[in-house]
């Protein structure tokens, strides 16, 4: 009986130990089983997180180029206003000159001479033989023709004062000093001269300025070079902003291939270009040339004008 007592206990002690062991197993394989999880759960999100670092770096090495490049672009941007500025300065010390030399030509040396014409003309009163007399009138006549042609063409050639009347007018009178050489068709855009003739300061006087020398050189190339009968002068506003003027004529073109560009193209690019504008040529053999130049109604503007033909070969 008691060996069956015994018996009992020691398969209960035997069945509760492999009941705890077995739970303690379960215990064990489960935590076991959790760890291995969260490990796996660990390293795919420290390989997410790596993806992000990476990508993060790439983003930033991208960022600083991108800022490198917006810094060296800036850069040529102010070199280029740099130079551009520096142009206009050129040509405002050109024309300033220019005209300092045209007031002494129109001023003082007429004025002397003026006063010279004078005094041949009391001589000539005074002088009696007769001989001398017609020396003295002869004299008198040429510095008159030095005074009256040579003189006032050559400060007007030197400073347009014609401008100072008003842009529309300059074209004009520059319209009518090659009308014998050619048809002159002169096409002004109607709202601008309304404009312009309601307010005297609509076009900066660099601007009125400019276009009138590139207006100047191309008719000169015309009569020079062109062999035209005809020259269409147009001035219009292709924005509100912007004025253009275009010389275009009938002749026999150019092949930009075979002719260099003298100073006169270089001029008429240099004068739109330290404005901000542009100047194109616009020329095909045995169809005549254009010249269109964009410039800003006031002056000078920082950012380039917009996209233009620069040239347009046949
Ligand atoms: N309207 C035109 N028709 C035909 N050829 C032209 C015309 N304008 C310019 N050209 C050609 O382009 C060349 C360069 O012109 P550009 O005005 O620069 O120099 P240029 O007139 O020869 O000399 P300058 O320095 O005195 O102006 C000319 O020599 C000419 O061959
Ligand atoms: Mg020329």
């Known amino acids: 009986m008691f060996s069956i007592e015994n018996q009992l206990i020691q398969l209960w002690i ?15 394989w489960a935590a076991w089983r959790t760890i291995t999880r969260q490990r796996s759960q660990l390293l795919s999100v420290n390989t997410e997180l790596d993806a ?7 983003e930033i090495e991208r960022r600083q180029q991108a800022e490198k490049e917006l810094a060296e672009q800036a850069a040529a941007l102010a070199r280029a206003d740099e ?17 300092k030399i045209a007031q002494q030509l129109h001023g003082s040396v007429q ?3 003026i006063f010279l014409t004078l005094r041949l003309k009391e001589l000539e009163k005074a002088a009696a033989p007769e001989g001398l007399a017609a020396e003295l009138r002869d004299l008198h006549q040429k510095f008159e023709e030095l005074l009256d042609g040579e003189i006032r063409s050559i400060s007007h ?5 014609i401008l100072h009347s008003g842009f529309v007018p300059a074209l004009q009178s520059l319209g ?6 050619m048809e002159i068709d002169l096409q002004l855009d109607q709202e601008l001269m309304r404009r312009e003739r309601s307010d005297r300061h609509l076009i900066s006087d ?41 010389i275009k004529d009938n002749g026999q073109g150019f092949d930009p291939e075979k002719v260099a560009a003298g100073l ?14 542009e100047c194109a040529i616009l020329r095909a053999k045995d169809q005549g040339t254009e010249v269109s130049a964009r410039l800003p109604l006031a002056t000078p503007v920082a950012t380039p004008a917009p996209e233009h033909p620069q040239t347009v070969s046949p």
């Open 52 to 58: 992000r670092v990476t990508d993060l770096s790439l």
């Open 83 to 99: 130079v551009r500025l520096s142009r206009q300065r050129i040509i405002t010390a050109e024309e300033t000159l220019r005209r």
């Open 111 to 113: 004025n002397r001479l």
């Open 264 to 277: 006169g193209i270089v001029g008429m690019r240099d004068y739109a270009e330290a404005m901000g504008g």
């Open 157 to 161: 050639q030197l400073y347009p004062y």
């Open 206 to 246: 660099e601007t009125k300025l400019a276009a009138y020398r590139i207006a100047e050189e191309a008719l000169t190339n015309v009569v020079k070079h062109a062999k035209a009968s005809k020259v269409t002068v147009k001035l219009d506003m292709p924005s509100p902003e912007w004025i253009r003027i275009s």
């Open 14 to 28: 035997g069945s509760f130990t492999l009941m705890v062991t077995i739970a303690v197993v379960i215990s064990v």
């Open 176 to 181: 009518d000093q090659f009308e014998g050489f």
